[in-house]
Nanobody, 120 residues
Framework: QVQLQESGPGLVKPSQTLSLTCTVS??????????WSWIRQPPGTGLEWMGA???????TYNPSLNSRTSIYRDTSKNQFTLHLNSVTPEDTAVYYC????????????WGQGTQVTVSS
């Protein structure tokens, strides 16, 4: 059973960089045919896919966030990390990490989500 767990600060000040880490257990982030995503849900809106790191290590990003987003992985820890810079209150959301299968936009395993608030 694959499990994902998000960790990081719950409060970030405007203009700072938000960093969240997803720790994966029960499966390797280097396993063929999967990608590992960050997805968020601002209050009162739907889910927004932010980007992902593919099993090969290559990142891919939502074009609307591309200039502010970077995703890295640490294979020794089986973790992947999101960095979102120059945050504003509009980046307040529940942030999820999840596993997707290459060739689809479906995610079969999700973390429980972590609330991040951007406020001074």
């Amino acid at each position: 059973q694959v499990q994902l767990q998000e960790s990081g600060p719950g409060l970030v000040k405007p203009s700072q960089t938000l960093s969240l880490t997803c720790t994966v257990s029960g499966g390797s982030i280097t396993t063929n045919d999967y990608y590992w995503s960050w997805i968020r849900q601002p209050p009162g809106t739907g889910l927004e896919w932010m980007g992902a790191v593919v099993y090969s290590g290559n990142p891919t990003y939502n074009p609307s966030l591309n200039s502010r987003t970077s995703i890295y992985r640490d294979t020794s820890k089986n973790q992947f990390t999101l960095h979102l810079n120059s945050v504003t209150p509009e980046d307040t959301a529940v942030y999820y990490c999840a596993r997707g299968r290459i060739g689809t936009d479906e995610h079969d395993y999700w973390g429980q989500g972590t609330q991040v608030t951007v406020s001074s």
